[in-house]
């Protein structure tokens, strides 16, 4: 048995910290180079286009972090998405004026909820939307966990969409590579971590069905990356 073969969770350094931490901070700004090393955005920009035809008109990304990876991908889709609706949650609050107004910008309306998403996701019952996105964020719970946060988004909208680490060593070697572009000691911890919480087979498919929906994709995409893609329960017919 390799020392991959089973998701491994140890919380991650950055979710300790304050938002203005320095050591924060900077770990966020290599998340941001990060995104770009693993294609995040053009990988999701491709489940988008493939899973979703038709312009949503609300949008919701859980875990957003700073925006700037959904900030990325709505430059990709905004030429033919116009006024978008997108809610982006995260339990630390960075959205700043300056992300509001690139949003704007592009036509597309920010709202922004810091909340931890199971709380939200408990109470907010009204909430619906055409699509969820997620990057980066699920390989942070355990199974039972995702089974009960796929639980509660699921009802929420007819798709959610994510795009997560491949746990494999390739990506574990990557990780290891990271001093060399001047990461800090938060993000060479986390990046290896959370490869070693990511995802590979058909894991997220039997959690998303355990949880009642039904996996439409999963696999891996680039580099270093493993995507899903699950619908909502299946309807009765009226
Ligand atoms: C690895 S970062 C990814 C951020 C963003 N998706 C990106 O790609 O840049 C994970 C994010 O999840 C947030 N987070 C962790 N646990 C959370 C929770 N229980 N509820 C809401 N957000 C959470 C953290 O604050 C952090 O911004």
Do not use: C
């Amino acid at each position: 048995m390799n020392a991959l073969s089973h998701r491994s969770l140890v919380p991650e350094i950055l979710d300790g910290l304050a938002a203005d931490d320095p050591r924060a901070l900077a770990s966020r700004r290599d998340l941001r180079r990060i995104n770009v090393l693993m294609f995040q955005a053009p990988i999701m920009a491709s489940l988008l286009r493939k899973f979703v035809p038709k312009p949503p008109r609300r949008m919701l990304e859980i875990g957003a972090g700073d925006g700037t990876f959904m900030l990325k991908l709505a430059r990709r889709m905004a030429r033919h998405w116009h006024g978008v609706e997108l809610t982006m949650l995260d339990r630390v609050g960075l959205a700043t004026p300056g992300l509001r107004a690139d949003f704007d910008r592009l036509g597309w309306k920010l709202e922004s909820i810091t909340a931890d998403v199971f709380d939200w996701a408990e109470t907010a019952d009204g909430e619906l939307y055409d699509v969820i996105t997620v990057n980066l964020f699920l390989h942070h719970f355990d199974d039972a966990q995702l089974v009960r946060l796929f639980s509660l988004l699921a009802p929420k909208a007819p798709l959610l969409l994510a795009a997560e680490p491949l746990r494999a060593m390739s990506a574990l070697a990557a990780a290891r590579l990271l001093p060399a572009i001047g990461a800090n000691d938060v993000t060479r911890h986390d990046a290896a971590q959370s490869v070693r919480a990511g995802f590979r087979g058909r894991e997220l498919s039997d959690l998303w069905l355990a949880a009642g929906g039904r996996p439409l994709e999963e696999r891996r995409a680039g580099p270093f990356s493993h995507v899903f893609v699950g619908a909502g329960p299946a309807r009765d017919d009226p």
